[in-house]
């Protein structure tokens, strides 16, 4: 049997719903003049699982996968989850050999679009303003707090920036009524795939805050061009 080469792009998803069928629609579009073909398996999912997708890719003769985790940071789910999914398979499936690749916050790409995201906002830049990213976060996988804080320090702004989350010690809820009474106004910039479940409790939790500055919070990553070509570098980079 010949080895063949499989490219599966894994996405958080949901057990149930429709939220996993939109995130594939969206990709699709994305990735629509891509010259490589993919599978995009979901973490939760009772249907499209990581294991379902593989095992699947494994019936059809597919032997080495290069898995690319649509995650920004390296919390639980890169450093814990995806790994120990692919370890079972291949315990069962000794033949099989994959690679993973960095997840998409650490490429410098990613600067890019966040520095388009914040210069897009109309502010007038001699008020006293700042800049604040939310990520993801977690309280026990808090290397993605260190790769938000080194990503923070790319960018090229002038003004402040605060490196924060919506879980873990570094949460915006410890501070971000501080911040609006330093600041005439806020930049907040969130660092999520697309403006969903999480992006939409972020702004709740902002607006029960007793916030005194003015906000823009702009719009996430919404699968904008520079996000297909960290994607298609991703998978260059594998070499399974």
Do not use: C
């Amino acid at each position: 049997m010949r080895e063949m080469v499989a490219n599966i792009l894994v996405a958080h998803g949901m057990r149930k719903g429709e939220q996993n069928k939109a995130l594939g629609e969206f990709l699709e579009h994305l990735l629509s003049d891509e010259t490589y073909d993919y599978e995009l398996a979901f973490i939760e999912s009772e249907e499209k699982s990581i294991e379902k997708t593989v095992e699947r890719l494994i019936r059809q003769g597919e032997t080495r996968f290069k898995v690319v985790p649509l995650l920004i940071f390296s919390a639980m789910h890169y450093i814990v989850d995806i790994p120990e999914i692919l370890e079972n398979i291949k315990h069962t499936h000794p033949e099989i050999s994959y690679e993973i690749s960095d997840p998409l916050g650490t490429h410098d790409y990613m600067v890019d679009l966040v520095e388009k995201r914040i210069n897009d906002v109309q502010i007038d830049k001699t008020k006293n303003y700042a800049i604040v990213l939310i990520a993801h976060g977690s309280f026990s996988y808090t290397q993605a707090h260190e790769e938000l804080k080194e990503f923070s320090g790319k960018l090229t702004q002038e003004a402040p920036i605060y490196s924060r989350t919506l879980y873990g010690d570094i949460t915006f809820r410890n501070d971000l009524d501080q911040l609006s009474r330093q600041y005439e106004e806020l930049i907040i910039v969130p660092l999520f795939l697309y403006d969903g479940r999480l992006v939409n409790k972020v702004k709740r939790l902002i607006s029960e805050m007793e916030i005194e500055s003015t906000l823009h919070i702009t719009p996430s990553i919404n699968f904008d061009n520079i996000l297909k070509l960290i994607i298609s570098e991703r998978l260059a980079q594998l070499t399974v």
